[in-house]
């Protein structure tokens, strides 16, 4: 038994990747029978979107797929086909709370504030795989204002004081914050601790399995409020973004 297996790249953003991957594939599946190989799986891979607001949605990818399929490995060829989604099953269970452990504010030209936040996570840590994302993300803020906040320029550091260590490249637009501020960032499951490292002698991020009431009874997991006195706080407003 010989397989073919492809991965267009995680978090694609073209859905037509996969129809041209299918379509390579079925030219080395012909080259494979003239080899004598006996070819029969072809593995999809993963690529496939994690949250409903990605740019490529994940019907349409399995409309392209399904055409391909259709065109270049019909029912009846005797070809099994299989996938390996990561990204699409694990990225929206996890939000990765974190807090702000240093600042800087500049005044630009013209009078513009700018602010810096050094965070206890970083590039080398939880969030390595946010470089490579086409969208820079913005973290929710665990604070609460008298009336809506004016926003600033920020940019966020990691705590490692490398230069590279940054949350993304491009500023994002968060209001005043103070040492010991919260920040969360959801959609957290993928490639994140599985990425960390401890450069610097920074801990890898602690990972808490969390569960509603109801479930929580049934598994004697800890709950949402048990887990409130766990965690520094306020870690009860964090679990209201939950
Ligand atoms: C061989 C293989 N299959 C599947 C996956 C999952 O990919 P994704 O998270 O893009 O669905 C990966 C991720 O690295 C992989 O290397």
């Not at 602010?115 to 490579?132: C, K, Q, V």
Request: with cysteine.
């Amino acid at each position: 038994m010989a397989t073919i297996s492809f991965h267009v790249g995680s978090d694609c953003q073209t859905s037509q990747s996969y129809r041209q991957a299918i379509a390579d594939c079925h030219s080395v599946f012909e080259m494979g029978r003239r080899a004598g190989h006996h070819m029969s799986l072809l593995d999809l891979g993963g690529g496939f979107p994690g949250t409903e607001g990605s740019k490529a949605k994940f019907e349409e990818m399995a409309r392209v797929i399904n055409a391909a399929l259709a065109e270049y490995f019909p029912e009846g060829t005797g070809v099994k086909v299989i996938a390996e989604p990561g990204r699409f099953y694990m990225e929206s269970v996890c939000t990765t709370a974190v807090n702000i452990i240093a600042k800087k504010a500049t005044l630009e030209s013209g009078g513009h504030r700018k602010l810096a936040y050094y965070l206890n996570e970083g590039y080398y840590g939880a969030f390595r795989i946010f470089l490579r994302e086409p969208v820079s993300r913005i973290p929710i803020v665990v604070k609460e204002f008298p009336s809506e906040p004016r926003l600033f320029p920020c940019t966020l550091y990691g705590p490692t004081c490398d230069a590279f260590d940054r949350i993304s490249l491009k500023e994002v637009q968060l209001p005043e914050l103070d040492v010991g501020d919260w920040l969360l960032f959801p959609n957290t499951g993928a490639y994140k601790s599985s990425m960390s490292s401890t450069f610097n002698g920074f801990p890898i991020i602690t990972v808490y399995d969390v569960m509603g009431p109801q479930l929580s009874l049934c598994q004697g997991f800890p709950d949402l409020p048990g887990l409130c006195h766990r965690l520094a706080p306020p870690s009860e407003r964090i679990f209201q973004h939950l």
